[in-house]
Structures are given as C-alpha cells and as structure tokens.
C-alpha cells in the first residue's frame, strides 16, 4: 500500500480473479486465470463507524486511494505518532530474512479481532 496519495492518473487498487455472475473463474485464451483491479472495501475505525480508503464523491481525487499517511491521521495517528509506530513495526532491514521476521512481528503485533 502506498504511503501518499498516488499520483494523477494512478490508483491502488486489490487485483483479484474475474468470475462470472454465478461464481465462476474466467480464463484468458491461455488458460490462466483472468484478474481485475477492484478497489478495498472501506475499513472500520474503533468506535465503528465506516472509514473509506478511497477519497468520495466531489472531492478532487475522488475514487483514488487516500494512503496510509491520511488513513492513519485519521484514525487518530499524528506524523510524528506514525513515524514511530512505522519505527516500532518496520525497522529498517536489507536481508531477506530480516524481512521476513519484521512482517511476521509487525503482523502478530496487530489484535487478530481487529482485522476484517
């Protein structure tokens, strides 16, 4: 997921496998599955009400992606607050494995009732 807002003419969008109405896989001409780009469903913030992902109708970039930055300010994350979440989650790593280990602990670190 991207940081910031993606540039004019960009979006982050989840690509997921196309089906027919009735619930089907479709194929490309070489036998592989056909993938879409859809966007996410909104999220829910802690008092449960709905957070988009996606800036709404009227605004100037209205259907793109907001990114984590502004996602986050509005659940309550100020930029230096999410600097040093980003730190706690994601220190700086350059080995594969080390990779690997940050994705994991950042992953358990995160309540698995929060997730949807």
């Known amino acids: 997921m991207p940081k910031f807002t993606p540039k ?25 599955y056909e993938k879409i780009k859809i ?23 209205a259907g793109v992606f907001k990114g984590m930055a502004k996602i986050l300010i509005e659940r309550g994350f100020d930029h230096e607050k999410t600097y040093k979440l980003k730190a706690q989650l994601f220190p700086e790593s350059y080995h594969e494995d ?12 995160i309540p698995l009732l ?3």
Not at 12 to 29: A, N, Q, R, S
Not at 100 to 109: G, M, P, Q, R, Y
């Open 98 to 109: 080390m990779l690997e280990k940050n994705a994991l602990e950042a992953l358990n670190a």
């Open 8 to 32: 004019p003419g960009m979006n982050w969008l989840v690509e997921i496998m196309k089906c027919t109405p009735d619930g089907k896989p479709v194929y490309t001409p070489d036998g592989k």
């Open 114 to 116: 929060s997730m949807h």
């Open 39 to 61: 966007p996410m469903t909104d999220a829910t913030l802690p008092n449960g009400h709905p957070q988009s992902l996606y800036f709404g109708p009227g605004h100037s970039h």
